[in-house]
């Protein structure tokens, strides 16, 4: 299924991002293993690592969808319209404020805020705005032709859909790999996601994934779920296994405020 070997780095860098857990999450899949699915792919650290053969990534942000489409299908053009932007808090700006039409330019203007911003946060504003400051990483070099070529590469096989999380996984089979890693929308410890995740993702949308998790692992799909630890979310998945992990929070904005987290990755059983 895989052409695994050294990986690649994702595309983006997104908030609860799981790059820390790809070789976690390798070791708890089986050998013999179908299609991969990601819904809530976000950054898709996990698709970059494993490369599988055959994939159907989802999302609910059309522009993350968008950008990953142009890179999967129109690399050079992308690079040819990205590679004059420079990392500046004055082109910075200018991109923010810009409300480019076609594809293309869209999805350069999203992979330089992606890049570019302060913590390398995407957030929108009520108005469906993009209002995250500019992060002042100024060695940063906003586009490598090199990595959006491998990206590229690596996404060639993959479905890419604006959907939710149920549609997509409707088409699993037996010996299919679906990874969930929903926004998490409980309080624990130190959850930052909370904050601004419950309008994304609610308890009823939980509840509603937890069920789709125990339909696709009763079928005999291999079913990964991550998210925060806590009693509640693990009440939903009585049938898993729970492993707890840890990792560094990178929400807060300032660095005394993080810490820590523990977070449950849930794995359905071998039947």
Known sequence: ????????????????????LTTILTELLPEKRGRYFEPFCGGAAFFFALQPEKA?????????????????????ELYAAAKKLRNGKETYYEVRKSSPSTDIERAVRFLYLCQLSF????????????????????SVIPFREDHILRCS?????????????????????????????????????????VKYNAKLFSWED?????????????LGAKVIVSNARHKSISDLYPKFDEVVVERHSVIAASGAKRGQIEESLFVS???
């Open 1 to 20: 299924m895989s052409r695994m070997g050294q990986g690649s780095q994702p595309l983006v860098k997104w908030t609860g991002g799981k790059r820390f």
């Open 56 to 76: 159907t990534l989802s999302d609910t942000n059309e522009e993350l969808i968008n950008a990953y489409k142009v890179v999967r299908d129109d690399p050079t």
């Open 119 to 138: 913590n390398g946060i995407y957030r929108v504003n009520l108005k469906g705005e993009f209002n995250v400051p500019y992060g002042y990483k100024t």
């Open 153 to 193: 590469k690596i996404l060639a096989n993959a479905e890419l859909l604006v959907s939710d999380f149920a549609e997509v996984t409707s088409q699993a089979v037996a010996d299919d790999v679906v990874y969930f890693d929903p926004p998490y929308t409980v309080m624990h410890s130190n959850n930052g996601f």
């Open 206 to 218: 939980q509840k509603r994934l937890a069920v789709e998790a125990q339909r696709l692992a009763d």
């Open 269 to 271: 059983r071998k039947k």
